[in-house]
């Protein structure tokens, strides 16, 4: 597949929210106010295309000539989990400012079952080294379109007159539900025309 | 004998690249370390580390820095700590701090049990008081009482909270740590502070008239204005219809109030203790 196709696949057709519902809990969580969605979804994004790179290269220089590559869904845990704290202490350290900005969204990103899931997407496609970072990077900009787009709906719902039992995270499923019906617009035909 | 050593691999090589990244992430926070302010360290410690919320920042850390920076100058927002707390915050910085007030609990300012208050429909949907509200302001003809479904139950950190059985939910006030979440998600507001040594408390909330109370509710105050004007210093006083006890002046009669009080709604605090510590067990 070409890369453009990658980068229309996993921001519209696949996005990480919408379409296969993996995390649904920062999508939720962090999606009150503009602001913080952004910070999130940045630091998503971030996040995954660093994954994305690290796990292939564990994954086929290292896991797949031991065969050992059943232990893939563990090692992965692992990684990521340790990738998301060394960033952290790496920012931390190098750049306040952004260690500022991100505040406890980078640690949150660690249970983050989206960066897990582009890791094994892309071991799964069979990507390349390129392909699997491209892939991360839309996933995570993907991320961002969904959470920014729900944030932009939930500062609008603050004036709504919601029924009281609905208000804060139920209504927001509900939302959600609703763009993700709207982004089954999106499908591999889409592509395909685009394409060609 | 082939799968045996299959897991054996697998285990060995986990436990080996999990110890491996382990010592990499010690050693980097070694490397990478960056010098925390020491007096938001400490302060941090002081505060009991619930991340509640009730101070209105995330967390006990964005009230620690705040604090520390200057941005706060209000020690007492840490409900939850109570006065060891506060105590811990003013050594810290410096600051003569009261630590005499007295701490505040929620309470339920209803009485009227299953059989003693009315209902007007049998409620069979979602069991959360805010969903009732919504089929007519609740099951109960009074609009003003505890229905008991227990959307207090779910917010309440501590689990300070349970139903007794009878309609009703009562809070353990020794568990109680003060956050105010209760009294914020109850729709029918019957949820209020009370100082934790009150002596009494009108457990009613109806700001109906007399005579709607009376035939909603067999223990609803009827506003008769008894208590206000047998007893004018005990400090009670009806607002909207209903008697509302102060607790900063407590003057002779208060006691007295409860024997004169025709549909005794007016009762002891201690009695309500000692009711709540047996529908705890």
């Known amino acids: ?196 | 004998m082939d799968v045996i050593l299959r897991i054996f691999w697998g285990f060995l090589s986990t436990v080996l690249f999990g110890g491996l990244l382990g010592l990499g992430l010690a050693v980097a926070s070694r490397k990478l370390k960056v010098e925390k302010d020491e007096t938001v360290e400490a302060l941090d410690g002081a505060l009991p580390g619930l991340n509640c919320g009730a101070c209105g920042y995330a967390g006990c850390g964005g009230y620690a820095e705040a604090l520390a920076a200057g941005k706060d100058d209000d020690l007492t927002k840490c409900k939850p700590g109570g006065a060891d707390t506060l105590a811990g915050i003013g050594k810290i910085l410096g600051v003569e701090v009261d630590t005499d007030a007295v701490r505040m609990v929620a309470y339920v300012h209803c009485i009227g049990k299953e059989g003693i208050a009315s209902r007007s429909y049998n409620y069979s949907g979602l069991q959360d008081c805010n969903a009732a509200t919504v089929l007519f302001n609740g099951d109960k003809d009074c609009k003003y009482g505890c229905l008991g479904l227990g959307s207090c139950i779910n917010v309440c950190p501590t689990n300070a909270i349970s139903k007794t059985g009878d309609g009703l939910v009562v809070v353990h006030a020794d568990l109680c740590i003060s956050c105010g979440k209760c009294v914020d998600i109850c729709p029918t507001g019957v949820m209020r502070m009370i100082p934790e040594d009150a002596d009494f408390v009108v457990a009613c909330n109806s700001r109906d008239k007399g005579k709607v109370t009376k035939g909603n509710c067999k223990v609803g105050c009827i506003a008769c204005k008894i208590c206000e004007k047998k007893f004018p210093e005990a400090g009670y006083k009806i607002q909207d219809n209903l008697s509302i006890l102060g607790y900063d002046n407590r003057g002779p009669g208060r006691a007295d109030a409860v024997e004169k009080c025709p549909v005794k709604c007016i009762i002891p605090y201690k009695e309500v203790k000692v009711r709540k510590a047996s529908n705890a067990g």
């Not at chain 1, 900009?141 to 919601?162: D, W, Y």
């Not at chain 1, 499923?173 to 395909?192: K, R, T």
């Open chain 1, 1 to 196: 597949m070409s890369y453009f196709g990658i980068v229309v696949t996993y921001i519209f057709i696949s996005n990480m929210i919408l379409t296969q519902f993996l995390g649904l809990c920062p999508f939720i969580g962090v999606s009150k106010n503009v602001e913080s969605a952004m910070g999130m979804g940045l630091a998503v994004t971030f996040v995954m295309s660093i994954a994305s790179l690290v796990t292939w290269a564990l994954y086929h220089l290292i896991l797949m000539p031991l065969g050992l590559d059943y232990l893939q869904t563990i090692v992965f845990i692992l990684t990521i989990a340790s990738l998301v704290q060394l960033v952290e202490m790496v920012v931390q350290k190098y750049s306040p400012v952004l260690y500022k900005a991100l505040g406890i969204y980078l640690p949150l990103i660690t249970t983050n079952c989206a960066v897990m899931g582009i890791a094994l997407i892309n071991v799964k496609s069979g990507y390349n080294v390129l392909e699997s970072f491209t892939a991360g990077f839309a996933a995570g900009l993907g991320f961002l379109l969904a959470i920014l787009l729900m944030s932009a709906i939930r500062v609008q719902m603050e004036t709504e007159r919601v029924p009281r039992f609905l208000k804060g995270a139920p209504i927001a499923f509900i939302s959600g539900g609703l763009m993700a019906m709207a982004f089954m617009a999106f499908d591999n035909a889409l592509l395909n025309n685009l394409v060609g």
